[in-house]
């Protein structure tokens, strides 16, 4: 049974420490997004890759934040310095096609930043 | 901007009362409206896609409905395991980036 595989599933770090969080999309997938979740704000869109060229971080942070596809099993997304404000769940999602379509979630990283 | 509106917060049935969540949306040259399922502690599950208005889908006890403003999900007969946040989201325009809901927080009760 496919699925998009995320690691840690929960992290607690103290401020100002570098969290990094990994995601292994569905085998065949071309499409990857990473998406964070709080009570206050819904999904939110960080960053999207396509062919794991990134095409859109415009939801990051750019001075903490950094996106990455090493190769076509592995995504990142690194915060450093990592920040209270971060604390949230964060998604990984994968699917086919040009990125309007049926998206496979990860069950995310739940982190904490104390 | 794109915008997806969903209402109610949070509903509360018993088991086999129907009901319907909306989902409004204003977004410029919709591409696809979603529904997705979310359990506590894991991620949204992929229920429907509907493309133009008046397209509908089913699954099981779901039925989803699309107008030119709006999507409803029709939960008919509810049963406890169907309790979980639905969340709707469109993609529209040229890319490819999907506007989510808030979600409807659905609490079916025995």
């Known amino acids: 049974d496919a699925r998009v595989t995320q690691t840690p599933r929960h992290k607690v770090t103290e401020m100002g420490q570098e969290v990094t969080m990994r995601c292994q999309p569905i085998?065949?997938?071309?499409?990857v997004f990473w998406y964070r979740q709080t009570m206050m704000q819904g999904l939110e869109l960080l960053a999207y890759?396509?062919?794991?060229?990134?095409?859109?971080d415009s939801g990051m942070p750019k001075d903490r934040f950094s996106a990455e596809m090493p190769d076509a099993t592995l995504a990142t997304l690194k915060i450093q310095p990592s920040e209270p404000r971060d604390s949230a769940v964060y998604f990984c999602?994968?699917?086919?096609?040009?990125?309007?379509?049926?998206?496979?979630f990860g069950s995310g990283t739940q982190l904490s930043v104390l | 901007e794109d915008q997806v509106t969903q209402s109610p917060e949070a509903l509360r049935l018993q088991e086999g009362e129907s009901s319907s969540l909306n989902c409004s949306y204003t977004?410029?040259?919709?591409?696809?409206l979603f529904w997705y399922r979310q359990d506590p502690g894991k991620g949204p599950e992929f229920l429907f896609t509907?493309?133009?208005a008046g397209e509908e889908k089913e699954k099981e006890r779901l039925k989803a409905t699309l107008t030119k403003k709006e999507s409803f999900l029709h939960i008919t007969a509810p049963k406890p395991e169907d309790s979980a946040t639905y969340l709707c989201?469109?993609?529209?325009?040229?890319?490819?980036?999907?506007?989510f809901g808030k979600g409807t927080l659905l609490t079916v009760n025995p």
């Open positions: 999602a994968s699917g086919s096609g040009t990125g309007v379509e049926k998206l496979f």
């Open positions: 085998l065949g997938h071309n499409t």
């Open positions: 890759f396509r062919n794991r060229a990134p095409l859109d």
């Open positions: 977004v410029s040259g919709l591409r696809g």
């Open positions: 509907l493309y133009s």
């Open positions: 989201a469109c993609g529209g325009g040229s890319n490819y980036k999907l506007t």
